[in-house]
């Protein structure tokens, strides 16, 4: 349906000051604090997990070396998702407007809402990561129990937690903890802690504080003193659990961004009716190719 110029009597009335509604801040892009972006030519993107080989055997003199094989464990697929959004006004409309060229005005809404539906869809992996969104290995994006040939590794804690010094220094030791799919240590440390804004004088005070927080001895913090995450802390805005957190570690292809298609706009006008039409289109898709890049607690 086209807007028309019974919608916007208002704005066709003489002496009007100003027009609102439309030119509020928003929150942009907070999704590349958590994505590694990439493009794509096709309609899904798959990635496969490789084992590797199990730990090195000892060989006895004479003795024939042992053979491993590598194998495909699991595959991460990324299915991208169009998503659009148009508007039409009429000729009339545009043509009695006295103040502003309405276009200008609603393209700046059509791209704000086109900005939050990015945002809201980049976190729903994070939002449904401890239930319903799938790492690829049949589990949740965040477990204790992600299988592998060797066993299971975590990357959640086993005790859920609210974020405290405790739940914090467990999370990057567990971080520290991680193996490959054959058992093998892997040298993964946390980077960067991604929280709701409830979370965020929380986290200043223990991303910030030289002395340990909510105590008088007079110790330092080591979370801060040793560097452990060295990108500190973002707020998400989007994030709809007010005390869960996540912190992203530095295991290459973790949270990924696949843009298939960028942000594209279009207008045309109707020869029959005189409306005009404007359109916004993009297509992507979020996910995780190794749940390693991850690790989080959904608060106790």
């Known amino acids: 349906m ?31 604090e958590i994505y590694t972006e990439e493009s794509s030519d096709r309609a899904f993107e ?9 730990n090195a055997q000892v060989k006895a003199e004479g003795a ?25 006004i009429t ?7 006295l103040y502003d060229r309405l276009a200008s005005r609603y393209t700046k809404a059509l791209a704000r809402s086109m900005s939050n539906a990015k945002q809201v869809k980049s976190v729903e992996p994070l939002i449904n990561g401890f239930t319903s969104f799938n790492a690829g290995d049949g589990k949740p994006l965040m477990a204790d129990d992600h299988p592998t040939i060797a066993g299971t590794f975590a990357n959640e804690l086993a005790t859920s937690a609210d974020l405290n010094e405790t739940s914090l220094e467990q999370a990057l030791i567990d971080i520290g903890k991680m193996t490959d799919e054959r058992g093998l240590r892997v040298a993964a440390r946390g980077v960067k ?25 007079n110790d330092v913090n080591a979370i801060v003193s040793m560097g452990m995450v060295p990108q500190g802390y973002r707020v998400n805005n989007y994030l709809t659990d007010s005390d869960a957190f996540y912190i992203l570690t530095d295991v290459p292809n973790g949270m990924k961004m696949f843009n298939r298609a960028p942000l594209k706009t279009a207008m045309e006008g109707d020869f029959e009716t005189g409306n005009v039409r404007y359109k916004a289109r993009e297509r992507y898709s979020f996910g995780v190719s190794d749940p390693r890049g991850i690790f989080g607690s959904p608060a106790a």
Do not use: C
């Open 91 to 97: 000729e009339e409309a545009i043509e009695d407007n």
């Open 193 to 217: 802690m991604i929280i709701p804004s409830e979370l965020q004088f929380t986290a200043e005070r223990l991303m910030k504080s030289q002395g340990r927080v909510g105590t008088a001895d």
């Open 2 to 32: 086209a807007i028309s110029r019974a919608q916007l009597v208002k704005e066709l009335e003489p002496g009007l000051n100003a027009l609102f509604g439309l030119e509020y801040k928003r929150y942009e892009n907070q999704h590349a």
């Open 64 to 88: 024939g070396v042992s053979y491993d094989d590598a194998q495909e464990t699991f595959t991460a697929r990324y299915t991208h998702e169009t998503v659009a959004l148009a508007f039409a």
């Open 46 to 54: 798959e990635e496969v997990m490789l084992s590797g080989f199990a």
